[in-house]
């Protein structure tokens, strides 16, 4: 599987990490202990400041705005949890891999996707959604693409910073997965990488099995 950035998202960056033979299944303790106390301590912080003013939250918003989606109507993801934890709607464990990922959204202020490779068709391009381009999303709504950053395969949109699709949902079958970090461009090389590394290292502790991973801009495949 080829992935590509289009020049129509430059200059931002994306983690890719790619794994194989993995196990996921109801979350260790461990993981589920962590995401509920981060959560806890979350809600304090949100009891002084609002969930956009997070810099992370705040910068992505920017980025939203910047390529033609409304952050008030289509938020970061991260944003959208942090909502949550603000009403004290905390998140309940779904599966080892969807907690680790919400668990490494909520600390670094910054979109992850995971995605089941067995439901994606052909090769993978980072850009900006179509006009009248259209996905059924994990929210339970039928998502607009137009204008925004989107990864698509040969069916279309599979995920974005806002919502990922139904279609590629990881599940306590999937075997071999695919994370995208949607890095904010603040953030410098070392950080992307050590970013990109930390939640390579947890994933294969907590789920087992092997990856590889990278990191693609425009023109790097």
Partial sequence: MDISVHSSVEPLSFGIIH?????????????????????????FDLKDKKAASF??????????????KDPNRYKPSTEALLRRI????????????????NFFSLQYETPLGIYDISNI??????????????????????????????????????????VDSERTAVNNETTE???IIYFRPSLLPEEQNKMLESL?????????????????SSGVL
């Fill in 177 to 179: 997965a695919l994370h």
């Fill in 200 to 216: 390579k290292n947890m994933f294969i502790q907590v789920n087992g099995g092997t990856a590889t991973s990278k990191i693609v």
């Fill in 55 to 68: 810099e992370g939250i705040s910068e992505w918003r920017k980025l939203f705005k910047q390529y033609g």
């Fill in 86 to 101: 603000a009403k004290q709607n905390y998140l309940s464990s779904t599966n080892s891999a969807v907690d680790l990922n």
């Fill in 121 to 162: 068709s052909g090769n993978i391009q980072l850009r900006l959604g179509y006009d009248n381009e259209h996905f059924n999303g994990l929210n339970g709504r039928v998502n607009s693409a137009e204008n925004l950053i989107v990864a698509a395969d040969n069916e279309g949109p599979i995920g974005s910073p806002a």
């Fill in 19 to 43: 794994y194989k033979n993995i196990i996921v299944s109801e979350s260790p303790q461990m993981l589920k202990g962590r995401l509920q106390l981060f959560q806890e301590s979350l809600f």
